[in-house]
């Protein structure tokens, strides 16, 4: 059975991978890009099952236009993917306030623009799929990458409480999170100015591996992207998605220590409640 998607972020990486692969084996893509013309090799190629259009997910005007336009043009869509992303490499005080503004504008805003947008005509369709893409860093974190961490962090909440929201509807979200992958993500990072003060840091070390090529890059991207499209074919709606031997290791060290830590805590949390509340025993 064919499908229609809508994909923010489609001129490289997972979102042009995605596009590439549902166009070839039959489906219609809405792809949204900031330069429609790098896809125009996949406009020839198939014709008008490509519908392009012009987006930058930070203009929450233009984001409702376009979600608008898709729908009227192309009827039902299946599954909205968002995908579009911005990344700074820097030390909390090595960033600049306009990369900051950006990684959160795009990664965080951005991607809460399009579910907004999308949300009304899904749910008049009765039905519909939300493929959110973060990251292993949305659950975890790694040195450098603090500003980009409190975007995936904060689309993952705001994720997990419209999925609650949505379900009713027949819509169905599910957060996926790959890990570190040969996309070009890497070479696209903002960076700024270093501060000598953080060189022997773990954030100069994570600023060196990148720039020496030793930061690991195991993950298959084109594998990544069947997995995306497999998870939607198989009709499962898990919350979150763990793509990756890098994210699935990190995150669920991540977690354990959370819970350890949490668990740690146990008498103190508890040591506030309310007197009147307290049962004995």
């Known amino acids: 059975m064919s499908r229609t998607w809508f994909i923010t972020g489609t001129s490289s990486g997972f979102g042009r991978l995605l596009t590439g692969r549902l166009l070839a084996r039959g489906d219609r893509v809405a792809a949204t890009l900031r330069r429609p013309e790098a896809l125009d090799d996949l406009r020839a190629a198939h014709g008008d099952r490509l519908w392009a259009a012009r987006l ?4 929450a ?20 993917v968002n995908n579009a992303g911005f990344g700074v490499l820097a ?5 600049t306030d ?5 990684v959160i504008e795009t990664n965080l805003l951005g991607s809460i623009h399009v579910v907004r947008a999308a949300l009304p005509h899904l749910r008049a369709q009765g039905h ?3 493929l959110q893409v973060s990251t292993a860093g949305g659950q975890t974190t790694y040195p450098n990458f603090g500003y980009y961490h409190a975007s995936k962090w904060g689309i993952e909440g705001f994720c997990e409480t419209v999925a609650r929201e949505i379900e009713p509807f027949g819509i169905g979200l599910t957060i ?4 570190a992958t040969p996309t070009g993500f890497g070479g696209a990072l903002a960076t700024a100015p270093t501060m000598p003060e953080y060189d022997r840091t773990p ?3 994570s600023r060196r591996a990148l720039a020496d090529g030793t930061f690991p890059l195991d993950n298959d991207p084109e594998k990544i992207a069947r997995a995306m499209i497999d998870l939607v074919d198989s009709g499962e709606i898990p919350l979150r998605l763990p793509l990756g031997s890098d994210t699935y290791r990190h995150v669920r060290e991540s977690l354990v220590a959370r819970l350890a830590e949490h668990e740690a805590h146990r008498e103190v949390a508890l040591s506030v409640v309310r007197d009147d509340l307290v049962t004995s025993g």
């Open 98 to 102: 306009e990369q900051i503004r950006q």
């Open 91 to 95: 030390s909390v005080e090595e960033a």
């Open 176 to 179: 996926v999170e790959p890990g």
């Open 56 to 59: 930058d997910v930070t203009d």
């Open 128 to 130: 519909g799929r939300i």
């Open 61 to 80: 005007g233009r984001v409702r236009d376009v979600a608008d336009e898709a729908f009227a043009a192309l009827g039902t869509i299946d599954v909205v």
């Open 203 to 205: 954030a100069g070390d």
